[in-house]
């Protein structure tokens, strides 16, 4: 298989055989295909495989808790290498950087899409993650997997965006309403979201500026989300109030 590469190149393999040749690594002694079409029969196509969890993976026989590991890390490679590309140029602590940033990602774009910028603590980027959807608003967007995926990639800080491709560029209420929802969801697990964009053409709006400059000046998420979870907390604690009855 590997003299076959250097041959004739990528080209001329299934996928099943790429994905096979890449198990290799850690199961050096077993036969790989069979594993690998189980992968693809699993998750529909390598990016499904390399988009699993390594829970999700492991369920899979035949692959191993180190398999599952290093199919992780491999899935990483190609936002490492982006990251390092866009570090010198684009400073994500800036507004109008990371609303062009997102603008330019978006153009052309006339169908809906949701886009989540992942960031360390110091808003050095890890990864994009694009989510398709009919809308924003739509059910399909649901927290639990912006949480997902802002766990595996161990981000701090997360940048959302969606695109209105007809307009308008202001968000509507249901938008508000649900980044309200992933806002509070997402301090509940120490990820800060920064900003949330909403793109039309060439344009963008933030409409979480107080949150983007709050952080401008203080530098400080993990005081930042403290500060969030106490609001959070308190929130809770009346609205638990409001509800009990009143006995006299």
Same mark, same amino acid.
Request: hydrophobic letters at 45%; one cysteine or more; aromatic letters at 10%.
């Given at each position: 298989?590997?003299?076959?590469?250097?041959?004739?190149?990528?080209?001329?393999?299934? +996928?099943?055989?790429?994905?096979?040749?890449?198990?290799? +690594?850690?199961?050096?002694?077993?036969?790989?295909?069979?594993?690998?079409?189980?992968? *693809?029969?699993?998750?529909?196509?390598?990016?499904?495989?390399?988009?699993?969890?390594?829970?999700?993976?492991?369920?899979?026989?035949?692959?191993?808790?180190?398999?599952?590991?290093?199919?992780? +890390?491999?899935?990483?490679?190609?936002?490492?290498?982006?990251?390092?590309?866009?570090?010198?140029?684009?400073?994500?602590?800036?507004?109008?950087?990371?609303?062009?940033?997102?603008?330019?990602?978006?153009?052309?774009?006339?169908?809906?899409?949701?886009?989540?910028?992942?960031?360390?603590?110091?808003?050095?980027?890890?990864?994009?993650?694009? *989510?398709?959807?009919?809308?924003?608003?739509?059910?399909?967007?649901?927290?639990?997997?912006?949480?997902?995926?802002?766990?595996?990639?161990?981000?701090?800080?997360?940048?959302?965006?969606?695109?209105?491709?007809?307009?308008?560029?202001?968000?509507?209420?249901?938008?508000?309403?649900?980044?309200?929802?992933?806002?509070?969801?997402?301090?509940?697990?120490?990820?800060? *979201?920064?900003?949330?964009?909403?793109?039309?053409?060439?344009?963008?709006?933030?409409?979480?500026?107080?949150?983007?400059?709050?952080?401008?000046? +203080?530098?400080?998420?993990?005081?930042?989300?403290?500060?969030?979870?106490?609001?959070?907390?308190?929130?809770?604690?009346?609205?638990?109030?409001?509800?009990?009855?009143?006995?006299?």
């Amino acid at each position: 298989m590997r003299a076959k590469l250097a041959a004739h190149g990528s080209d001329i393999f299934d +996928t099943y055989e790429l994905l096979e040749m890449l198990l290799y +690594t850690t199961i050096p002694y077993k036969d790989t295909n069979p594993i690998a079409k189980r992968l *693809l029969a699993a998750f529909g196509d390598l990016e499904g495989v390399f988009s699993a969890s390594k829970e999700e993976l492991m369920m899979v026989d035949g692959i191993g808790e180190k398999t599952a590991e290093y199919i992780k +890390t491999v899935e990483l490679i190609p936002y490492i290498v982006r990251s390092e590309a866009v570090k010198p140029r684009i400073d994500f602590n800036d507004y109008e950087t990371a609303g062009r940033f997102f603008a330019d990602r978006f153009k052309g774009l006339l169908e809906y899409k949701v886009s989540v910028l992942f960031l360390d603590n110091s808003l050095i980027p890890i990864k994009v993650c694009d *989510l398709y959807s009919s809308d924003f608003t739509s059910a399909a967007i649901k927290p639990r997997k912006i949480i997902e995926a802002a766990l595996d990639c161990r981000a701090s800080v997360a940048i959302l965006a969606h695109n209105h491709p007809f307009g308008p560029l202001f968000p509507s209420e249901s938008d508000v309403v649900n980044n309200g929802i992933i806002d509070d969801a997402m301090a509940g697990v120490d990820v800060m *979201l920064l900003e949330h964009y909403v793109i039309s053409g060439d344009r963008f709006f933030g409409f979480m500026k107080k949150f983007n400059m709050r952080f401008a000046q +203080t530098r400080n998420i993990r005081g930042f989300l403290e500060s969030k979870k106490r609001v959070i907390s308190s929130d809770a604690a009346i609205s638990m109030i409001a509800e009990e009855p009143d006995n006299g």
